[in-house]
């Protein structure tokens, strides 16, 4: 459609403009490489002539990931997974000075949630609102044991020097757990029927013998209401487990202290924490992704006062979550091997013998394929050939919402890579927009973001601008290892992060070797609409936005 007015010209780009700014249902970025008015033409290319599918990953590199998730749930769409975890521990101070006749008062496990403050209720309480947790106040089974297997950091034999755990590695701690579980309270909440709990938690006044006082040191019961009760402390919403006080006792307080001099020493002699989970009962359960790392085990003890062994002091000892970590991944998805109708993009990594039971990617081509044989896809040979100059290009992906249901958990954002190279598309490097509000919402020019409707999602979007541009302007055939023309589609907890994982196997379709971490970090996945899919109006959708010069 040839403009030959200057008014309608700019408005046209104005509008655009505007469509671009905000990034929000369906993002529009054209004219952003527009020239003088009266020598082009405007008009939209749109194909559906694209190839797709998907592949199981295999076990997955998850040692020392930004965050874990932890949990055991199971999706009605997907199947079942079950998220463990194994940690090593660090003092907050080695070589501590306990003191003579320590005996412990009370031990405990804190690890917060992602969560956001909402509002103070009308007893003064903090309300918040939970993120990254997946299946709501589901119940599972928690467990955790003292680690008995060595989490080692160097591998001499591997090509960066570094020790990797993958996935599948669950058996090496499992085996290797040792004794009894220590969240071993009578409350069931912080074991058998462990739930993730979105109140603030409170420490109140106690006595010597540890029962509930008022201000004025009166017994309250335990039902006592909660202005009646003494704070002494708050905690933002987190897991909180009273561990066991006999083996911190031993473990920790009466151990030699040269298992306490240095890192060294105390990682050898406590080699960390083993979380395992399984379903409870006939409950679905519940997954969250935490950030272990801002969790510590916090003894409370008295021990005799320096001054006066008459007297005995309340002291604490702190012991942070950090070191070597792995998350261990069980699933049993019920996804078929492959789908003429489906895409599934689903995170994690295998967990079991099963070829079921893999993290799932996709891969697009959306130049389709190259039957003249020349070692170019046939559509990029046409759209050199065309000559336009190429303001907006992007690919939208729709969810077979049939297939996903109503109230099941999707991927906020998906993420579209170079498949065969491991690495970003140029469009997301160019990206730098943040969102202040919701880190999960940056880099909205490039998106992926899912669009929704009533509470269902409808499709993704991504713009592969300069992409193809590049693609157009240099060309290397398809039988190159490293072409650019594949495209991977996962999902991902983290659209800042752009680094991969290392699989270990590449024993997939493409001999892929890695996928992207942040795909790893994520429990949730989704079924999409396949480029063959019957759905006419949902296949996956190739657009480009141009101009031809006159």
Sequence with gaps: MKKKSWLLASTFVALASLFMQSCDDDFNSIGSDMVDEDYMDFDKYSSTDIESGYFHSGAVATNNLAVNTLGSYTNPILGQSQYHYATQLSLDEYAPTIGNNPQIDSVFLYVPYFSKFVSNNSNGQKEYKLDSIYGGEGKFDLKIYENGYYIGAIDPNSETGARTYYSDDNTLFDSQKIGLPLNSSSVSSQNTEFSFNKNEIYLFKKNEQGELVDSEGNVLPNDADFEDKVVKETFAPGMWLDLNTVFFQQKILNTASSNLENQAAFINYFRGLYFNVSQSGSDAGALATMDFTKGYIQINYKADSEADATIRESKTLKINLTGQTINLIENQYTIPQQSVENLYVVGGGKGSNSSSSDAYVSYIDVFGAD?????????????????????????????????????????????????????????????????????????????????????????????????????????TPISDIANKYRLGLAVTESIGLSTFSNLRSDANPFAVKNIPTATVMSPLGTILHSAATTAADKKIKFEIYYTTPN
Excluded: H, M
Excluded at 463 to 468: G, K, L, P
């Design 371 to 475: 039957l003249d044989a020349n070692g170019i896809p046939d559509k990029l040979d046409y759209l050199t050939d065309q000559n336009w100059l190429i303001n907006e290009a992007n690919v939208t992906i729709y969810i077979d919402r049939a297939a996903v249901g109503a109230n099941n958990p999707e991927p906020e954002r998906l993420f579209l890579y170079d498949l065969n190279n491991s690495s970003v598309l140029v469009d997301y490097s160019n990206d730098t927009s943040t969102n202040t509000s919701d880190t999960k919402k940056n880099k909205a020019i490039y998106n992926g973001i899912l669009v929704s409707q009533d509470g269902q999602g409808l499709y993704y979007k991504f713009r592969i601008t300069e992409y193809v541009k590049d693609l157009i302007a240099s060309q």
